[in-house]
């Protein structure tokens, strides 16, 4: 068994995070993954850099209590989550959620959980640098939070 739950600042290959995750199941029907890249814009203005902070333990254990909810409303064989943390730049990957299951309405909806509970349970810090040196926190959206919502109604 691999690591299921991946806080790191390094960059992940995604084809190779997936056969990990597929490998210790040989009737796996459906792989869904999603990878988040850094955009170069948010709120109307230009981003040089995103960077993500986390308090080391709780966050993995908040992933991994979200990781563990999803396999608890859907019929999932395994799922990962690996979010990055430190510098980045636009287009580089920050997050990478997958999940298999036999049969594919289960791995899309609970990888679709599992990203719109990260955007607004998960423990990190956001701050953006524009063009221009100055520096701001990142607030979940209010259509981050609109979409964990329609989960709570299930």
């Not at 948010?42 to 709780?58: A, F, K, R």
């Not at 791995?107 to 955007?119: S, W």
Request: charged content about 30%; aromatic content about 10%.
């Amino acid at each position: 068994m691999f690591p299921q739950i991946k806080i790191q600042t390094e960059d992940f290959d995604l084809s190779t995070e997936i056969k990990q995750l597929r490998e210790a199941y040989k009737d796996v029907g459906a792989v869904v993954s999603f990878v988040g890249t850094v955009r170069d814009i948010n709120e109307g203005d230009d981003v040089s850099i995103l960077e993500l902070e986390h308090y080391p333990n709780m966050t993995e254990k908040a992933l991994e209590k979200i990781r563990l909810e999803a396999h608890q409303r859907w019929e999932l064989q395994n799922s990962l989550i690996i979010h990055r943390v430190g510098k980045m730049y636009p287009q580089d990957q920050i997050v990478l959620v997958a999940v298999t299951s036999k049969h594919r309405e289960n791995a899309f909806l609970a990888a679709h959980f599992i990203m719109d509970y990260l955007k607004t349970n998960a423990p990190f810090w956001k701050k953006e640098t524009l063009p221009d040196g100055s520096e701001r926190w990142v607030d979940a959206r209010v259509s981050d939070k609109d979409a964990h919502s329609r989960w709570l109604k299930d």
